[in-house]
């Protein structure tokens, strides 16, 4: 199984920070990689495939790069609706795995 | 607008069954993968399956967490996904969400999710 080290587990930040999270493949995955967010009591939202086509919808302060097994999701220009966790997710190879999660806290 | 409608989720006993339903509607079921994806509470997120389409017999994949203990199904007549689960354990605890993976290029895609239904094992 492919697994995703994702970091940090914690993030603290401001309104108007650039933040940065990154997404570490145990094995390449040749950029098969989405981000997700997701706020309390909710399910995922969509923000990132390929590890950067932003999705239809998605603000562009969010935008995401890496290749190989080292990925990042960046975050310009915080705002106070950013304040969440943000998964990775490798669709490389079976079984399906996510990271760990971020949480983007204030 | 998509929407994905979980139910069945409820408190059932180690090694009970349990099966939850996925009612689905806005866009064509019949051309997206399937899969159903859970969350511990507070914990992180876990693949637990997929289900292709009849073009692809549907065929089936899953974690080797839950292989031969869980049964994902759909009736593309009914716009419905289904997951069986079978000899559930406390670690099965959780929010289990439908979602549909369309082809996004040449891959299909994890994308919309439903609201969740939870799921506890316990005795």
């Known amino acids: 199984d492919i697994q995703m080290t994702q970091s940090p587990s914690t993030l603290s930040a401001s309104v108007g920070d650039r933040v940065t999270i990154t997404c570490r493949a145990s094995q390449t995955i040749t950029n098969m990689l989405s981000w997700f967010q997701q706020k309390p009591g909710k399910a995922p939202n969509l923000l990132i495939y390929?590890?950067?086509t932003l999705e239809s919808g998605v603000p562009s302060r969010f935008s995401g790069s890496g290749s190989g097994t080292e990925y990042t999701l960046t975050i310009n220009d915080l705002q106070p609706d950013d304040f969440a966790t943000y998964f990775c997710?490798?669709?490389?190879?079976?079984?399906?795995?996510f990271g760990g999660g971020t949480k983007v806290e204030i | 607008e998509v929407q994905l409608v979980e139910s069945g989720g409820s408190l059932v006993q180690p090694g009970g069954s349990l099966r939850l339903s996925c009612a689905v509607s806005?866009?064509?079921?019949?051309?997206?993968?399937m899969d159903w994806v859970r969350q511990a509470p507070g914990k992180g997120l876990e693949w637990v399956g997929r289900?292709?389409?009849?073009?692809?017999?549907?065929?089936?994949e899953y974690p080797a967490s839950v292989k031969g203990r869980f049964t994902i199904s759909r009736d593309d007549s009914k716009d419905s996904l289904y997951l069986q689960m079978n000899n559930l354990k406390i670690e099965d605890t959780a929010v289990y969400y439908c979602?549909?993976?369309?082809?996004?290029?040449?891959?299909?895609?994890?994308?919309?999710w439903g609201q969740g239904t939870l799921v506890t094992v316990s005795s």
């Open positions: 806005g866009f064509t079921f019949s051309d997206h993968f």
């Open positions: 289900i292709r389409i009849k073009r692809n017999k549907y065929s089936t």
């Open positions: 979602v549909s993976s369309p082809l996004t290029g040449s891959h299909y895609l994890i994308r919309h």
């Open positions: 390929a590890a950067s």
């Open positions: 997710q490798q669709y490389n190879n079976y079984p399906l795995t």
